[in-house]
């Protein structure tokens, strides 16, 4: 059986966590596993997939293919959440090297900026679709795994 936070309780108890895992991720520098939940408003779910898979998803791939990314995968619930529990997107993303997956490798950090310089040379454009994705996401958090003893 799985419990859920709200979010607000999740981000308070998550921020110590990030920057514990920002050290334990420089210094272990191994994989690492990050869910990434999206709570859409109604009737938004269709743009924000299409901005999603278009922008988004396409530098995750991207970095894939650059080896900094080793599995990304995209969930939808089947069956309908109530209330605070509800998400309906959760990518979890693994990152070959966890300073990756915290904000914390300057060389992932690099390669995503000219990756998406290059492959949205409009930045204007691509801030707008952006804006656009986050007008229909209601909430959004993010989860930094690590195994159970």
Known sequence: MRLMMPAALLLSLALPAVAQAQGAAKAADGPLKVENYYRIQWGGMGEFLRVYHKQHEALLREMMRQGYISDVVMEMPFTHMGGSTRWDVRTTITYKHGADGVGAGEAYKAAMAAA?????PDKAAFDAEEARRMAVTQDHWDVVL???P
Request: glycine fraction near 0%.
């Open 116 to 120: 998406k310089a290059r492959m949205f």
């Open 146 to 148: 690590e195994p159970a």
